[in-house]
């Protein structure tokens, strides 16, 4: 079966830096769009950033400049590199992969405090 497995959260102090890393498993990793969202505690699921199969990419509003979204095909992973982090970054961040379906991780805790 399908399988997205989010690793790399954690508690961090405003200004830091972590790096999220999915691995998929189950599909052809290849032609899917890969995404990160987050979720903030009480708050709806919104876009933090994707790429496509072509690695073209898009990024929300709030983490342009802060973030970047990368993957690497021949190890069906996609990665986030956040820095800058700031206490509103603080979300479950979740790993999506799409075509026609689409197809969730579980999620990784993110906590930006002093």
């Known amino acids: 079966q399908v399988q997205l497995v989010e690793s790399g959260g954690g508690l961090v102090q405003p200004g830091g830096s972590l790096r999220l890393t999915c691995v998929a498993s189950?599909?052809?990793?290849?032609?899917?769009?890969m995404a990160w969202y987050r979720q903030p505690a009480g708050k709806e699921r919104e876009l933090v950033a994707s790429v496509t199969s072509s690695g073209y990419t898009k990024y929300g509003d709030s983490v342009k400049g802060r973030f970047t979204i990368s993957r690497d095909n021949a190890k069906n992973s996609v990665y986030l590199q956040m820095n800058s982090l700031n206490p509103e970054d603080t979300a479950v961040y979740y790993c999506?992969?799409?075509?026609?379906?689409?197809?969730w991780g579980q999620g990784t805790q993110v906590t930006v405090s002093s």
């Open positions: 189950g599909i052809i990793f290849g032609p899917y769009t």
């Open positions: 999506k992969a799409a075509i026609t379906a689409s197809f």
